[in-house]
């Protein structure tokens, strides 16, 4: 079934999602059976991109909310060539953060090296206070996708923390299984922080 198409029920797939949730609640002896046509007609497995831009407060303090406004704007045009080159999708974009799916985790890390390059090279011609500054956090697994729009699942919980809360500014952190399914040959560095009581082991793009 396309995540964003109607189905013979005439249904758009956010419509049917929401409809196989209320099942759920209304009919539990049955969760087991409906969560399975949930992963059936909404999970495949992607590599995920998250990026998230830095320096909010600081631009909006200093320039005003039009300024970082304008900075979001640019920052979606010059990323969006990067992601497209790639066969990448931007699902969702949310104030300064973009979420995009890609068919490899290859195909993610060329997009964000892309990214990078280009959010420096814009900076060249901005001033001081105005530069482009992004981190991207990478994972790969089965994601759930809702109509072309939205997306859930862990890997999409652990690359959104890598790139809005792990990465500093100008990195790249890839997930544990992003970085399996990388060509070796590809620099990384092993790094491990404790988060909500948890280990987390990711890999920074060298």
Known sequence: MSHGSTGPDGLSAGERLQALLTRIISEPARRDELSEAIRRDFTARHAVLVLD???FSRTTQVHGVVAFLVMIHQMRLLAGPAIDAQGGTLLKAEADNLYCLFPTVEAAVAAAREIMRRLSAANIDL?????LYASIGIGYGDILVVAGEDLFG?????????GEDMAQVGQVLLTQSARAVLDPAVPTSEARASTS???????RLE
């Open 53 to 55: 831009m830095s320096g």
């Open 127 to 131: 001033p001081a206070g105005l530069h």
């Open 154 to 162: 862990d890997e999409v919980n652990l690359t959104s923390k890598l």
């Open 197 to 203: 009581g948890l280990t987390l082991v990711y890999h």
